[in-house]
């Protein structure tokens, strides 16, 4: 039973990898096509920027893997919810985390854009300006690491107690 349990929180987490990326590369192509127009043209700066984009998902994401966990122990042991509310909530914590997760970083861009008026991060990287990605960057990533545990915190309040006790996973 325990080796079922650890195959299927290794699934899910494969697959929320993969949505993740999927879904960002997907809103990076509808919402931001001057930028993967600039990747094609061979704008390392772009690129850069939208690995750091990629990383901050993939870091508050892992997050909202925690209580997914929980819910599938849940589901496993017998007690709890039953298979079809298990799934609606897990999709739930996957949904709800990557949203909150779209907001950080796009938060987290406009803030840094706000406090650094002098310098126009668009325009650098637009220009190809490397050292201005990897700075851009690296805000995003840096607020993500320091946001990712007020995420995960807040989806363990989520999880549902099951049969009178209440299980989190923490990192």
């Known amino acids: 039973m325990h080796l ?15 949505l993740v990326v999927f879904a960002t590369w997907a809103l990076f192509s509808r919402l931001g096509t001057a930028k993967l127009e600039q990747i094609r043209a061979g704008n390392s700066a772009a690129a850069v920027l939208l690995g750091a984009e990629l990383l901050a998902f993939g870091i508050l994401m892992t997050r909202c893997l925690y209580p997914v ?3 599938l122990q849940n589901l496993f042991l017998g007690s709890g919810l039953g298979a079809l509310k298990s799934v609606l909530v897990l999709i739930g914590y996957i949904v709800l985390g990557y949203a909150l997760s779209v907001l950080t970083v796009a938060l987290a ?24 990605a990897i700075v851009f960057g690296m805000v995003i990533v840096t607020i993500a690491f320091m946001v990712q545990s007020g995420l995960g915190d807040l989806l363990n309040t989520l999880i549902p107690p099951f049969g009178g006790t209440k299980i989190s996973f923490q990192a």
């Open 109 to 132: 861009a406009q803030l840094f854009k706000l406090l650094s008026r002098d310098l126009d991060e668009n325009a650098e990287i637009r220009a190809g300006n490397l050292a201005a």
């Open 4 to 18: 079922l349990l650890g195959i299927s929180c290794f699934l899910s987490s494969v697959l929320v990898a993969v």
């Open 69 to 71: 966990s929980a819910v």
